[in-house]
């Protein structure tokens, strides 16, 4: 049977054993790479004091390369989410297209509740 209130969840959390969506969305950045780009700005943040100019270059250094990591990580995504679909009929593939629909809702909704 249809669930209305279900179907409207976001796709990114999973219901847990209470039935609570307590699961999170794969991250999109491996962690280590999240890591690193997080001890950087940390370091800046940390030396500010003695150094406020290279502190503040290094924190632009970490959030641009937070970004073009974020950037390239997200047109990864767009081609495999691509590739699942785009050669399937629609009439008879409409459960990998629902799949398809559902992870481009997610990593969509992730974006704008940044």
Avoid: C, K
């Avoid at 959030?63 to 990580?73: I, S």
């Avoid at 495999?80 to 990593?107: F, K």
């Amino acid at each position: 049977m249809y669930d209305q209130t279900r179907a409207q969840q976001p796709a990114d959390r999973h219901p847990g054993a209470s039935g609570r969506r307590t699961e999170g969305p794969a991250p999109l950045l491996p962690s280590d790479e999240r890591d690193r780009i997080a001890q950087r700005l940390g370091h800046a943040v940390n030396h500010f004091a003695d150094t406020p100019g290279e502190a503040l270059a290094e924190a632009e250094s970490a959030f641009d390369e937070a970004t073009a990591a974020l950037a390239a990580a997200l047109e990864e995504r767009r081609r495999d989410l691509r590739a699942a679909w785009e050669d399937q009929d629609p009439e008879a593939q409409a459960a990998e297209l629902r799949v398809a629909l559902r992870e481009y809702r997610e990593i969509t909704g992730r974006l704008l509740r940044l």
